[in-house]
């Protein structure tokens, strides 16, 4: 009778939170049901419509394209003050479904340590830990420069188990964790290679120290949008052996794949500054060094970015404006080289909840003619 009881208590809690308005970033609504026990649900979704030169069907004219870029579904719970979880999902490749990118559990060892185990953004850079949502600018921009499709699972997720912790009143930050790695280009409808050797696992970690404002949680923020004064510059880097495996190209041949370790390191570095004239300054910027033995050529090598935004604190209608530029570049051992610079705006209404977004990018890869585009973007979560 008691699990009965509790179970339809569950299912009313569920059910009700959905109908709630939106409470934070991640939740449409939060239901607490017993002494530190809760579950919140809520959704986002990054729709745009773009541009781009030479990208029609002729191969002349400018594409025209409306695109649902994301959608996701949030939950997260509190089994006890100790013991908390999360599920979040995202549309499929193909668009026909969801798929798990998040499903964990976050244990309380100690008042600022957690051990994270399950499916989740395995340590890295500001901008993968960041994600889409959350980014200056938003979208899947960081595809150039912080490439966490190879060797980093779908979206940057990994299969794993790590310790997350800080110190120093928050202002130092540290995670450290055993993945399954070796999740080649996942994002892509097949996966590249199988492993041969030993299984090792891919082993990653991040430092982080907050000169300034102390920033909260494991999943980071790419920008405050004014909200904090923040000088922080973290280190990260992950590695596998045997991480990086491929076929030679003789195909029902055994034992002719090419196999070799895996390894890559970043520093990343943002600074915000509120009250600089009648808004808020942010500058970011970020280097990386890639290595896969030399499997993958075009995926060795080395790349960084930088950014600068600026936030206006007048509102006007419903919310502020928010111009800013990126640059990156990655330059792999194949030297085939890619660039691309972002310039434009944010209407900012609700914090990363509501969005719209217009920006002009030019992307370049060597021996490839230039590329122009356009991009009108919504982004909106309860």
Known sequence: MTFEFKRSQLLTAIAAAVMLPAMSAHAGGTITFGEDK????GFGMRGSFSSVENAAPNGTSSSQDFSLDSARIYLSGSLNKNIKGMLNTEKDIAGQGFQA?????????APEVTIWAGRFLSPS????????????????????????????????????????????????AYSFGAFEGN????????????????????????????????????????????GKDILAIGIAGRTQKNGSVTDSGTPGVPGDD???????????????????GPGALSIEAAGYDYNTDDVFLSEQGTAYSAGVGYIFDQKVGWGQFQPYFRYQKFSPD??????????????????YNAQLSGFYSNTDVTGASDVDAFTLALQVQF
């Open 334 to 351: 194949n030297d085939i080289d890619t660039k691309k610079y972002d310039l434009g705006v944010n209407y900012v209404i609700d914090g």
């Open 101 to 109: 990118i998040d499903a964990n559990v976050q244990i309380s060892v």
């Open 183 to 226: 999740t080649a280009f996942q994002i892509a409808p097949v996966a590249v290679g199988t492993r041969t050797g030993s299984d090792g696992l891919m082993y990653a970690g991040r430092l982080q120290y907050d000169f300034w404002d102390a920033e909260p949680g494991y999943y980071g923020t790419g920008n405050y949008l004014g």
């Open 258 to 276: 090419v196999t070799g370790d895996y390894s890559s390191y970043s520093i990343d570095f943002l600074l915000e500054k509120k009250g600089v």
């Open 38 to 41: 809760s579950i919140s649900v």
């Open 125 to 172: 850079d500001r901008a993968n830990m960041a994600g889409p949502y959350y980014s200056l600018g938003g979208g899947y921009w960081s595809g150039i420069a912080s490439r966490y499709g190879y060797n980093g699972g779908y979206i940057g997720r990994d299969d794993g188990v790590a310790v997350v912790g800080s110190a120093m009143g928050g202002k130092f």
